[in-house]
Structures are given as C-alpha cells and as structure tokens.
C-alpha cells in the first residue's frame, strides 16, 4: 500500500508517495504537477496500484478529488487548522508538506474535515450568492444616502417611489447626478438579481429529499424565522445529523467563547468567530428579532446584557441560544413550543 501527501494550490500541485520498508518509512517518489495537466495527473495515480490519498481542504480540492477518489482506496480530507505541524514549521515548502501529509496519513493520524454532499455544494453556492447581492444593494443604498445627504436631502423611504421622485428635484452637481443614475442602475440590477435567486432558492427547496424537506418544516416553526434564514442554516450546516453534541455545533458556527487559563488565573475570551460568517449573520438576525418581539427572549437579553454589560455580547449570547434551539429541534424532529406565561 502506497500513502500519497498532496500539497494542492491553484496552479500547481506538489505529490509526495511514501511506503513502508523493513518496518520504516520511506520516500518512494516525489513529483510535482501543473493543476491544468489534468490528463499526467490522472495517468500517476493510475499507475500507483494500491493508494490511499490526503490533501487538505482548501478551497479547490474538490475537481482534485473527483479526479482520484476512483482509483484510490481511500481519500482523507484533511482539516488545514487541525494539522498544524505543517503551519508551524520553520521549514515549509511545498515538498515539506506533501511529506507531511503523506507520513501523517501512513500512521492514520490526519484529523480528516467533513466533505460537503454535492446537494449541500450546490445549496450553499445559491445561499451565498443570495447574500453577496444583499450586501451589494446594502452598499449601494449607503452611497445613494451618502451622497444625498451632502445636499442635506436626505430622507425617509429614500428608495421608494417617493424617493425616487423626490431624488429628481434634489439640485446636485452634474458629476453627482452622472453618479446617483449610475447608482440607481446598479440597484436596480441587483434587486433583479435578488429576485432571481430567492426564485432559484424556492425551487430548489422543492427538489429537496425527504431529511431536508422535514428539516425545513420543523425550522418554519421557529419564530420570526423565513426562508432566508432556513437556507442559511440548513445549507452552512449541512448534514446536522453529524454533530454529536450541542456544543460541537456551537464550536462549528463559531459562537463558542474562548477560554485561557495560567497559573490558577482564568479568563474568558471572545467567540472563535470560525466557521460560516452567513451562519453567524443569519443567527444574530434571529435573535433581534426575537429579543424586540417575545419577552422570554428579550428577559434572556437584559439578563445577559446585565451580565455582560455589553449589548453585543448579549445579543451574540441570544444568538448562541437561539442555533442550540434549531439544532436541538432538527436533532429531535420537533416544533417550537412557546413558552407559557
């Protein structure tokens, strides 16, 4: 059996091969591709025999392992944070870290990532591109008051049909003018956009099997919860039925607080912010709205605002609450249940 470390990049690609010998481990080869010699590539490992295979999880891995995983034994996706001795090596090059993952991977000691379905692929590219056009239309709406608020002319319902109208009789410089019509432009063709997607997201909903379909109606149940933010977590968290504990999909989303302790002395940190920043954003969405619209929701964030003494760190703590409320919900296929007052 022959142990393969592949050091993945986007234009080239870095193969160490190791085997064992008399009980030791041994460099048998080491070769180095371009990423668009698809065909040398496909031709080496065919000429391997009997492989297992590593890379890590970066962010083109994916057409790499399609590539291989028919003619390897066994393919690990590699976790690039968890592995940290190629990280913190003074010696790193890309030949280093092929050997890295090829030794690692001979002695089964490789934290392996989990490996999005292609569905959950597919989902997330449409939830994320949602949320691009989103932050777009944001930074468009901003420059559009922005620049009418140098004429002291800003106003409420800037956006609607009265905005607009009153947009025209504002007297502005020709160059802003020029500007403010490029603006409107692009908002309107990211509103179509937005159209397009959340049209595209509906109908994908409804290829979804039948996990997904029940995920879906257990989180509608959720207060103050659409499909925009049922996409998001269903998408970011892919399959939830992987995570063991609450606290492991806590630690997922990056909603965890850090914690250090040295010599008797504790303190606890900021969340980790790791994971999906979508997640995180649609989460702490929820929990505005449900802080300014339940009392169970909006006495947990007094409370740990007086805790805290931040209104950010409480908020970040409804928010926390409120994905171990999901999670639990899509663990045990169960409806919100309001509490009784």
């Given at each position: 059996?022959k142990?393969?470390?592949?050091?993945?990049?986007k234009?080239?690609?870095?193969?160490?091969?190791?085997?064992?010998?008399?009980?030791?481990?041994?460099?048998?080869?080491?070769?180095?591709?371009?990423?668009?010699?698809?065909?040398?590539?496909?031709?080496?490992?065919?000429?391997l025999?009997?492989?297992?295979?590593?890379?890590?999880?970066?962010?083109s891995?994916?057409?790499?392992?399609?590539?291989?995983?028919?003619?390897?034994?066994?393919?690990?996706?590699?976790?690039?944070?968890?592995?940290?001795?190629?990280a913190?090596?003074?010696?790193?090059?890309?030949?280093?870290?092929?050997?890295?993952?090829?030794?690692f991977?001979?002695?089964?000691?490789?934290?392996?990532?989990?490996?999005?379905?292609?569905?959950?692929?597919?989902?997330?590219?449409?939830?994320?591109?949602?949320?691009?056009?989103?932050?777009?239309i944001?930074?468009?709406?901003?420059?559009?008051?922005?620049?009418?608020?140098?004429?002291?002319?800003?106003?409420?319902?800037?956006?609607?049909?009265?905005?607009?109208?009153?947009?025209?009789?504002?007297?502005?410089?020709?160059?802003?003018?020029?500007?403010?019509?490029?603006?409107?432009?692009?908002?309107?063709?990211?509103?179509?956009?937005l159209?397009?997607?959340?049209?595209?997201?509906?109908?994908?909903?409804?290829?979804?099997?039948v996990?997904?379909r029940?995920?879906?109606?257990?989180?509608?149940?959720?207060?103050?919860?659409?499909?925009?933010?049922?996409?998001?977590?269903?998408?970011?968290?892919?399959?939830?039925?992987?995570?063991?504990?609450?606290k492991?999909?806590?630690?997922y989303?990056?909603?965890?607080?850090?914690?250090?302790?040295?010599?008797?002395?504790a303190?606890?940190?900021?969340?980790?912010?790791?994971?999906?920043?979508?997640?995180?954003?649609?989460?702490?969405?929820?929990?505005?709205?449900?802080?300014?619209n339940?009392?169970?929701?909006?006495?947990?964030?007094?409370?740990?605002?007086?805790?805290?003494?931040?209104?950010?760190?409480?908020?970040?703590?409804?928010?926390?609450?409120?994905?171990c409320?999901?999670?639990?919900?899509l663990?045990?296929?169960?409806?919100?249940?309001?509490?009784?007052?």
């Amino acid at each position: 059996m022959k142990f393969v470390g592949v050091d993945l990049h986007k234009k080239t690609i870095s193969v160490c091969v190791m085997v064992t010998a008399e009980g030791k481990r041994k460099v048998a080869c080491r070769k180095r591709f371009y990423c668009v010699d698809v065909d040398a590539i496909g031709e080496f490992f065919t000429q391997l025999g009997d492989f297992q295979v590593a890379v890590e999880a970066t962010s083109s891995y994916e057409w790499f392992l399609l590539l291989v995983e028919r003619l390897a034994d066994r393919c690990v996706l590699v976790h690039p944070k968890k592995l940290r001795v190629i990280a913190e090596s003074k010696n790193k090059s890309d030949k280093v870290d092929a050997q890295v993952l090829a030794e690692f991977l001979l002695l089964d000691m490789l934290p392996e990532a989990w490996r999005p379905t292609p569905r959950v692929r597919e989902h997330r590219v449409l939830v994320r591109h949602r949320r691009w056009i989103d932050r777009r239309i944001t930074g468009v709406k901003c420059k559009l008051r922005h620049k009418v608020a140098n004429y002291n002319a800003d106003i409420e319902g800037l956006f609607t049909e009265k905005g607009e109208a009153h947009l025209k009789q504002v007297q502005v410089s020709g160059a802003d003018r020029f500007e403010i019509g490029h603006l409107q432009g692009e908002l309107q063709l990211y509103q179509t956009q937005l159209q397009a997607a959340d049209k595209q997201l509906r109908q994908f909903a409804k290829t979804a099997p039948v996990a997904e379909r029940e995920a879906r109606a257990v989180l509608k149940t959720f207060p103050f919860v659409g499909p925009v933010t049922i996409d998001a977590v269903l998408s970011e968290l892919g399959d939830w039925r992987r995570f063991r504990s609450i606290k492991r999909v806590v630690s997922y989303a990056g909603l965890n607080p850090g914690f250090r302790e040295s010599a008797g002395k504790a303190k606890q940190l900021s969340i980790s912010k790791e994971g999906s920043r979508i997640l995180r954003w649609a989460l702490i969405q929820t929990a505005w709205r449900l802080v300014n619209n339940l009392a169970k929701w909006k006495h947990m964030f007094e409370t740990l605002q007086r805790n805290t003494g931040s209104k950010k760190k409480a908020i970040v703590g409804v928010a926390r609450r409120v994905l171990c409320a999901m999670f639990a919900m899509l663990r045990d296929g169960k409806s919100y249940e309001y509490a009784i007052v």
